[in-house]
T-cell receptor, first 115, second 114 residues
Framework: ETGVTQTPRHLVMGMTNKKSLKCEQH?????MYWYKQSAKKPLELMFV???????ENNSVPSRFSPECPNSSHLFLHLHTLQPEDSALYLC??????????????FGSGTRLTVV | GQQLNQSPQSMFIQEGEDVSMNCTSS?????WLWYKQDPGEGPVLLIA?????ELTSNGRLTAQFGITRKDSFLNISASIPSDVGIYFC??????????????FGQGTILTVHP
C-alpha cells in the first residue's frame, strides 16, 4: 500500500465517547501533520511532528491528544468532544530538509460527526 | 505570521470556459503549490513551483510563481465537469527553522455547469 492512509473514513461519536483516528504513511517521510477542515472554512493546522517530536501545537483544546509512536504512524485521540468539533480531519506527511520542501501528501481524511 | 489571500472564493462557470485564480502573500515563499480537493477527499497536489518567474503546465492546468515571490496564479483551460472541487494555493518557506511548514490559502470553490 502506498501514500497516506487514514482510518476510519467516517466516525460518529457521542460527546462522552473516547475514540482514536489513525494515520499511516508509506512514503518514508519524516514529518506528519493533523489538519481540521470545517465546512466553508480554510484548512486549520492542529499539530506538527518532525522525526516523531511534536514541533507545533496550534492552541488545540486538550480534548484532542496526538501521538506519534514512529515516523510512519500518527494518531489523534479524541475524548469529550463537542458538536462543533464535527469536521473532516486530514493527516498529511512530508519529507523536509533544510534546503527544500516538496509539499505535503494528504490522506483521504476522517469525516467526524459528534452527536 | 504569513497570510495568503486567495481569490476568488468561489466560481460558477460553464463547461468549456477558462478559469483563473490567484494567491497573494504578505511575505515571500520559496515554493508555491496548488492543490485540488474533491468532495469528501483530501487535497491532491496539482503543480509545484520552485523558482520565481517559473511557469509550469500540467495538462490543461498552468501555474506561475510570481517574480516578487509573493504571488502565484493557476489557470484551467477548457473546463470540464470533473474540474469541480476546491482549489488551494499553498506557500512553503524553508531555510533556518522555518522549513517544511505550508501556509494555505482559503480555497476557491469551483462549480462547472455542463
Amino acid at each position: 500500500e502506498t501514500g497516506v492512509t487514514q482510518t476510519p473514513r467516517h466516525l460518529v461519536m457521542g460527546m462522552t465517547n473516547k475514540k482514536s483516528l489513525k494515520c499511516e504513511q508509506h512514503l518514508g517521510h519524516n514529518a506528519m501533520y493533523w489538519y481540521k477542515q470545517s465546512a466553508k472554512k480554510p484548512l486549520e493546522l492542529m499539530f506538527v511532528y518532525n522525526f516523531k517530536e511534536q514541533t507545533e501545537n496550534n492552541s488545540v483544546p486538550s480534548r484532542f491528544s496526538p501521538e506519534c509512536p514512529n515516523s510512519s504512524h500518527l494518531f489523534l485521540h479524541l475524548h469529550t468532544l463537542q458538536p462543533e468539533d464535527s469536521a473532516l480531519y486530514l493527516c498529511a506527511s512530508s519529507q523536509d530538509h533544510p534546503t527544500g520542501g516538496y509539499g505535503y501528501t494528504f490522506g483521504s481524511g476522517t469525516r467526524l460527526t459528534v452527536v | 505570521g504569513q497570510q495568503l489571500n486567495q481569490s476568488p472564493q468561489s466560481m460558477f462557470i460553464q463547461e468549456g470556459e477558462d478559469v483563473s485564480m490567484n494567491c497573494t502573500s504578505s511575505s515571500i515563499f520559496n515554493t508555491w503549490l496548488w492543490y485540488k480537493q474533491d468532495p469528501g477527499e483530501g487535497p491532491v497536489l496539482l503543480i509545484a513551483l520552485y523558482k520565481a518567474g517559473e511557469l509550469t503546465s500540467n495538462g490543461r492546468l498552468t501555474a506561475q510563481f510570481g517574480i516578487t515571490r509573493k504571488d502565484s496564479f493557476l489557470n484551467i483551460s477548457a473546463s470540464i465537469p470533473s474540474d469541480v472541487g476546491i482549489y488551494f494555493c499553498a506557500g512553503q518557506l524553508w531555510g533556518g527553522t522555518s522549513y517544511g511548514k505550508l501556509t494555505f490559502g482559503q480555497g476557491t470553490i469551483l462549480t462547472v455547469h455542463p
